[in-house]
């Protein structure tokens, strides 16, 4: 497994100031523009089914509007809740191990690419920087569909150039394709 933490920590300061974090998250959770509209998760969701045509790799999408208040309590960082994460929708536990997890922790504005070993071996570090780069333009903005399609595009062209489905690759969807939020 392989894990990116490309962005630094947030220049807004919630990761100096723990009652500031701990109310961002919780205020975050009630504002109607930190969620992704079902249209938007059924898009991607279609995405990511689409994707999964060409390479034999498994893609899941996470986006959290807030942290659980015990990742908070004790200052944890959305590297390690995208670990978690991935344990928790077994990305890990594909057949060929080349998972992808694509975390977002919107109210920092926290990108996280989780990678199982058989993909990470495969992409170079700065390759992924790069496009997380990309990704995070679109989410300072707040332009999360279109951030993520790109996320879901770009690790796309990595799975099928090193995991590319054959003819006579099985078509085994591993995981749902559905995003999830929390």
Known sequence: MKTLNPSPTPSHGLGRNPLWRLLHHRCSELHPGNKLPHDALQRLGERVTASEQSHTG??????????????????????????????????????????????????EHAIEIVADRGL????????????????SMHFQHHHYEQGLALAIDAVTARLSAHFPRTADSPIDNELPDAPVTQ
Request: include cysteine.
């Open 58 to 107: 498994q893609i899941r999408i996470v986006t959290e509007v807030g942290l659980p208040w015990s990742y908070l309590c004790r200052k944890a960082s959305a590297r390690e809740r995208a670990i978690m994460l991935f344990s928790k929708y077994r990305v890990w536990d594909t057949a060929h191990n080349n998972g992808v997890l694509i975390y977002l922790l919107m109210p």
């Open 120 to 135: 990470a071996q495969h992409v170079r570090s700065d390759d992924w920087q790069a496009m997380v780069a990309q990704m």
